[in-house]
C-alpha cells in the first residue's frame, strides 16, 4: 500500500509556472511508474504525465514542450514541472501510481489558469 499526497496547486495567470509534488508514504525505488492525471469540469481523468523507475516519461501531446515530471526516490516524491500555463490547463491534478493490480490515488490539487 502507499498513500499519495499532492501540493502546490493554485490560481495562476497564463503563462505562468507552476511546480506540483506528490509525497508517497513509503520508498518509491521499487515502484515502476509513477505520474500525473488531471480532471477538468464536465470532462474525463486524463493522463498529463508518467514516469518510470528508470526514468522513461511519457507526456500528453497537450502538455508536450511545457510541462517536465521528475522523481526523487531519496524523497519519495515526483514532481510536475509546469511551464507556459494555459486557462486549458485548469483542472484538479492527481498522483497516482500502481502496485500490483491496484492503483493508487492522491486527493488531489486544483490548477487555476486565469487572469
Known amino acids: 500500500q502507499v498513500q499519495l499526497v499532492e501540493s502546490g496547486g493554485a490560481l495562476v495567470q497564463p503563462g505562468g509556472s507552476l511546480r506540483l509534488s506528490c509525497a508517497a508514504s513509503?520508498?518509491?525505488?521499487?515502484?515502476?511508474?509513477m505520474g500525473w492525471h488531471r480532471q477538468a469540469p464536465g470532462k474525463d481523468r486524463e493522463l498529463v504525465a508518467r514516469?518510470?523507475?528508470?526514468?522513461?516519461?511519457t507526456y500528453a501531446d497537450s502538455v508536450k514542450g511545457r510541462f517536465t515530471i521528475s522523481r526523487d526516490n531519496v524523497k519519495n516524491t515526483i514532481y510536475l514541472q509546469m511551464n507556459s500555463l494555459k486557462s486549458e490547463d485548469t483542472a484538479l491534478y492527481y498522483c497516482?501510481?500502481?502496485?500490483?493490480?491496484?492503483?493508487?490515488w492522491g486527493q488531489g490539487t486544483q490548477v487555476t489558469v486565469s487572469s
Open positions: 497516482y501510481t500502481i502496485l500490483g493490480l491496484k492503483s493508487y
Open positions: 513509503r520508498s518509491i525505488v521499487s515502484i515502476y511508474t
Open positions: 514516469i518510470t523507475n528508470g526514468g522513461t516519461t
